[in-house]
């Protein structure tokens, strides 16, 4: 039998209440009156002081407290833990001083911090957000925000603020939902019906007036027909490329928040675009020339939009360089962003140049370039801004029309954005263009 240790601290005499002493006192003094009057009056007075403690001790048994709040009081707000660390979304537990008490992974992993009980403004400063942690905190009120961040990348999150109480602490839960995905779907539906309406209304007016000039004046010549007949092809197919390119933007867009994981060579990308573009290029009288080295390229990317960007490159180059001219198509590891942009994208002393994308800063990254230089007649400086817009074109400017759809540098950013890499552009009139697109590197497979 395990013999009773003595509690020093339970019983420690500076912990007696006030009451427990008064109590105490008045009991002793009863006592010694009774034993002053009569031995039996003090016997009967010890009997009912010992009923008293037993009656006390066994309704005790009986009485229902809050002991949960009070146990959840102990245990604390971090006891909330693995709840939150449950949930799939984003998700934060924020004390009422505005302390992160409580994180998932998926919540360190998207905004990128570690250290629990850091304040919420430290990783996040959209002033509604925060409001609404002060309402569900001071006022218990539920509040839903939609925000939008464009660091690189526009995203669109949608913040449910909502109070938590916990014995006696307040907190807010705050969880978040990723809505890029369905703004995206709409911005793309509108967008593209905009742009297709627009854009087709030119080669269908021109279908359209070929086809009356061939139900009229043209119907009985055969040589008439055979040319409008021609007219109508080119017209066809511009439509064709047209909406080609614009579905590919779309889908584009759609997946630009989302950055690729998937590993690819950038040099083997490069060859084997080169290789497809051959007959095209024999064809305009246009030499296209590869410089990179023997071993992979490794870059984090998806090598069938990473095709599509070098393929845009090159089928530009060589449509505004002159037969019997050269593009010259180059792959190599760049460094860091700095020292990629400086390598890669500012080679001509008298050139001017325009970074018409670049990646946030962070550390510990190198990237990989591809570089296409042209033999064409340049660009003048007030025009490199604009050449990643939609639709735009240098030659419909002058008003020198050579076709094209106006999409396919807008398809190299839109791209390369979605890859978290840069763009950039160096030109110089008389001397020819240089296009630049950088990604991260994932160094050797």
Not at 143 to 172: I, K, L, S
Not at 300 to 320: C, P, W
Not at 405 to 414: E, M
Not at 420 to 432: D, T
Request: proline residues 4%; aromatic residues 6%; glycine residues 6%.
């Amino acid at each position: 039998m395990a013999t009773p240790q003595f509690n020093a601290a339970r019983w420690r005499l500076d912990r007696v209440p006030l009451a427990a002493w008064v109590g105490v006192a008045l009991a002793v003094f009863a006592a010694l009156i009774a034993v002053a009057t009569s031995l039996q009056a003090a016997l009967l007075t010890m009997l009912a002081g010992a009923a008293c403690y037993w009656a006390v001790r066994e309704a005790r048994r009986f009485v229902i407290t809050p002991n949960a709040g009070g146990a959840a009081a102990a245990l604390g707000l971090g006891e909330l833990a693995p709840l939150i660390e449950a949930l799939p979304d984003p998700a934060l537990l924020i004390d009422a001083e505005g302390r992160i008490v409580g994180s998932n992974a998926a919540a360190r992993r998207e905004m990128q911090f570690e250290a629990r009980g850091q304040f919420l403004t430290s990783i996040l400063r959209h002033p509604d957000v925060l409001e609404a942690v002060q309402a569900a905190v001071r006022e218990g009120e539920t509040r839903a925000v939609e925000y939008e961040t464009t660091a690189q990348v526009e995203r669109h999150t949608r913040c449910y603020v909502a109070p938590v109480n916990w014995g006696q602490a307040r907190a807010a839960m705050l969880v978040f939902h990723d809505q890029t995905a369905r703004i995206s779907t709409e911005r793309m539906r509108a967008d593209f019906l905009a742009n297709a309406s627009h854009e087709l209304r030119t080669p269908l007016a021109s279908l359209t007036l070929l086809i009356e000039t061939l139900a009229g004046p043209a119907r009985d010549s055969a040589q008439d027909r055979d040319r409008f007949l021609a007219m109508m092809q080119v017209q066809a197919d511009r439509m064709r490329r047209l909406i080609d390119d614009l579905l590919s933007l779309s889908r584009i867009e759609l997946d630009e928040h989302v950055p690729p994981s998937d590993r690819a060579d950038l040099a083997d990308v490069a060859r084997e675009v080169i290789d497809a573009l051959a007959p095209v290029s024999t064809e305009r009288n246009v030499r296209v020339r590869l410089i990179a080295p023997a071993s992979p390229v490794m870059v984090v990317g998806e090598r069938f939009q990473l095709a599509q960007v070098v393929q845009n490159l090159i089928d530009n180059a060589s449509k505004y360089t002159p037969a019997g001219g050269e593009v010259v198509v180059e792959v190599a590891e760049g460094g860091d962003r700095e020292e990629t942009a400086a390598s890669a994208g500012r080679r001509w002393e008298q050139a001017s140049r325009v970074a018409m994308l670049t990646p946030t800063a962070a550390a510990n990254l190198s990237y990989a370039f591809i570089r296409v230089e042209d033999g064409g007649p340049g660009i003048e400086a007030h025009f490199l801004p604009r050449l990643a817009e939609r639709f735009f074109r240098v030659e419909r400017e002058l008003g020198n029309e050579r076709g094209g759809t106006g999409l396919g540098l807008a398809i190299v950013k839109h791209i390369i954005n979605r890859h978290r890499g840069g763009f950039l552009v160096e030109s110089q009139p008389g001397r020819g263009s240089a296009f630049t697109a950088y990604v991260e590197s994932a160094g050797e497979a």
